[in-house]
C-alpha cells in the first residue's frame, strides 16, 4: 500500500510541476488587462468582452487570486517546504523518499536538491513577462533575455546538475 502512495504523490507532483507554466498563465489571466484603444477603459486581454473591474471581472477574481496562492506561489513554496524538511532523509538515502520525491532532486547534486524550485521561478518569471508586457513584445524579448541570462549566470555559478 506504502508503494502506491509512494508514486501517487510522485505522479501527482510530477503532473503540478509539468503544468506550473499552464496553471500560472490562466491563473494570471485575470489580471492581464489593457488599454481599449479610443476609450478609457481597461479589458481582459484572454478575454476582451470582459471589462477590468466590472462586475463580471469581479466574479472571476477570486479564481484568479486562489490560483496565484495555490499554483504561482504554493508549489513553489510547498516544494521547497517538501526538501528541506526531508533533506536529512534525501542524504541518507531513503527509499520512500526517494519514490515520492526523487524526480524532484534526483537531477542535482547534493549542494542544490532544492534546483527544482529554482527551475520554477524561472518560469513563473518567464510567464509573468510574457503576461504582462504582452502589448509591447519587444519588451518581452528583453526581459525574457535578462530572465534567461540570468539563469545562466546562477547554472554555471551553482553547477547543480550531476555529473555522470
Same mark, same amino acid.
Given at each position: 500500500m506504502h508503494h502506491f502512495l509512494d508514486h501517487g504523490c510522485q505522479v501527482f507532483l510530477m503532473l503540478l510541476s509539468v503544468a506550473y507554466i499552464t496553471l500560472t498563465n490562466y491563473g494570471l489571466g485575470i489580471f492581464d488587462c489593457f488599454k481599449q484603444p479610443m476609450r478609457d477603459?481597461?479589458?481582459m486581454d484572454e478575454i476582451?468582452?470582459?471589462e477590468c473591474g466590472s462586475d463580471e471581472w469581479w466574479a472571476l477574481f477570486p479564481a484568479g487570486i486562489f490560483a496565484v496562492v495555490a499554483y504561482v506561489l504554493g508549489l513553489p513554496i510547498?516544494?521547497?517546504?517538501?526538501?528541506?524538511? @526531508?533533506?536529512?532523509?534525501?542524504?541518507?538515502?531513503d527509499m520512500q523518499c526517494l519514490r515520492r520525491f526523487g524526480f524532484l532532486f534526483k537531477p542535482y @547534486?547534493?549542494?542544490?536538491?532544492?534546483?527544482?524550485?529554482?527551475?520554477?521561478?524561472r518560469k513563473s518569471l518567464a510567464v509573468l513577462v510574457i503576461k504582462f508586457s504582452s502589448q509591447s513584445p519587444f519588451m518581452q524579448g528583453v526581459y525574457s533575455m535578462i530572465i534567461f541570462a540570468t539563469s545562466l549566470i546562477l547554472e554555471s555559478n551553482a553547477l547543480p546538475y550531476r555529473q555522470k
Open positions: 477603459s481597461y479589458h476582451p468582452s470582459i510547498g516544494l521547497t517546504y517538501i526538501l528541506s524538511r @526531508n533533506q536529512d532523509r534525501i542524504r541518507m538515502g @547534486n547534493e549542494r542544490c536538491t532544492a534546483w527544482e524550485v529554482v527551475v520554477l521561478m
